[in-house]
């Protein structure tokens, strides 16, 4: 909205600032940021009123789980979409169709997240929306937005997949690449909702992402520095800064009340909705691929439960203590601020060697 001030810049030269992505994307996390800081204590005591008993524990989760989070409130989420949305209304160039398409599959995500939620505050269960039914509709979302974002590129980059590393590796999936598309999405959405287990354990790694693919895409989508770094140019895809900045703002907000020990845990309505942002921005950008190392901390959350269930299924036995792969520390003797801080040390170092590939090639 602020970006349509530019068209008076003639007038009032100062208003040319909001030109400039850098500018935009820093007042779009001061302003999602104190926006979850001024809403965020309300929001929750409202939905501990709501919700009553809180957020189901799983009984086979950690025991410990049933005395430390017992009675938390969930749908954390909602602060972090709210104040995410207020941001990118206010910051980001609304006639930029990457943003909306981003926008719409992060708050359709978080629709079937707070369904999930709604499911297990009203029924007190740990079982929420049935598996298969969320997953088709995850790839409804996904596959539609995938068909956008490859008419909105040109060919036949829009339908090829980029390998880092390599600048003259690109693969033409054609029509393929939606599913593609469409399975990182939905993969990254879903990974980044099972690491959230842990007081503060996945936003911070979801925070590290969203800045690192927040220069990525203003790299991206300016034509000197895609020429400089030898990246594929994608027209528009530098707006996408804006929106990776209001997560940046939104989950400092949110983080403040998650801290250890958490006032409200996010849910699947921020886990998904996240994951679903963090996997678009990847598709729009060319990078899915360096997405899987950056956001490598969440790879291995989803991979230590495949693998478990794998195991148990085809030997009977367990790899792993309990999945995902934090409970596994926790179960051999790791306290939770040892677990969460050292995943984070993880996810940090994973972004500099996702970073590294704009470089190395």
């Given at each position: 909205?602020?970006?349509w ?16 992505i ?19 204590g ?40 709210s ?37 297990k ?7 929420g929306?049935?598996?298969?039914t ?14 956008l ?14 390998f ?43 925070m ?7 220069l ?7 034509l ?17 800064s804006v ?16 801290a ?30 360096v ?23 085809l030997?009977?036995?367990r790899?792993?203590k ?32 996702g ?7």
């Amino acid at each position: 909205m602020f970006y349509w001030l530019t068209e008076l810049s003639d007038k009032v030269s100062f208003l040319n600032v909001f030109r400039y992505i850098t500018f935009r994307t820093g007042g779009a996390i001061v302003t999602a940021l104190l926006f979850v800081f001024l809403f965020g204590g309300p929001m929750i005591d409202l939905l501990r009123v709501k919700q009553g008993k809180g957020q189901p524990i799983r009984l086979d989760g950690p025991q410990s789980h049933l005395i430390t989070k017992k009675g938390t409130p969930t749908m954390g989420g909602l602060m972090i979409l709210s104040g995410l949305v207020v941001a990118t209304v206010l910051w980001a160039n609304p006639a930029n169709p990457y943003v909306w398409i981003v926008l719409g599959v992060t708050l359709a995500f978080g629709a079937i997240g707070f369904y999930d939620d709604y499911l297990k505050v009203t029924k007190q269960t740990h079982a929420g929306f049935a598996g298969r039914t969320r997953l088709m509709a995850e790839a409804a979302i996904t596959i539609v937005a995938c068909t956008l974002l490859m008419h909105l590129g040109k060919p036949p980059i829009a339908s090829s997949l980029v390998f880092p590393f390599i600048k003259e590796l690109v693969v033409n999936l054609g029509w393929g690449f939606v599913l593609f598309g469409a399975f990182v999405i939905v993969g990254a959405g879903n990974a980044v909702n099972l690491t959230d287990g842990l007081d503060g354990l996945a936003i911070v790694p979801v925070m590290i992402a969203a800045a690192s693919f927040g220069l990525i895409s203003y790299l991206a989508g300016n034509l000197v520095f895609a020429d400089y770094l030898q990246i594929h140019y994608i027209a528009g895809t530098g707006e996408l800064s804006v929106l990776c900045g209001a997560v940046i703002g939104a989950g400092l907000g949110f983080l403040w009340f998650n801290a250890p020990p958490a006032s409200i845990f996010m849910g699947d309505t921020g886990s998904l909705s996240l994951g679903g942002l963090l996997g678009t921005v990847a598709v729009a950008v060319k990078h899915e691929i360096v997405l899987a190392i950056i956001g490598g901390l969440f790879v291995l959350e989803a991979v230590s439960v495949i693998v478990q269930v794998v195991s148990f299924k085809l030997t009977g036995k367990r790899v792993f203590k309990m999945a995902p792969i934090h409970h596994h520390f926790e179960q051999l003797g790791w306290t939770e601020p040892q677990i969460v801080i050292r995943f984070w040390i993880v996810a940090v170092v994973l972004a500099l060697a996702g970073l590294a590939s704009l470089k190395l090639r």
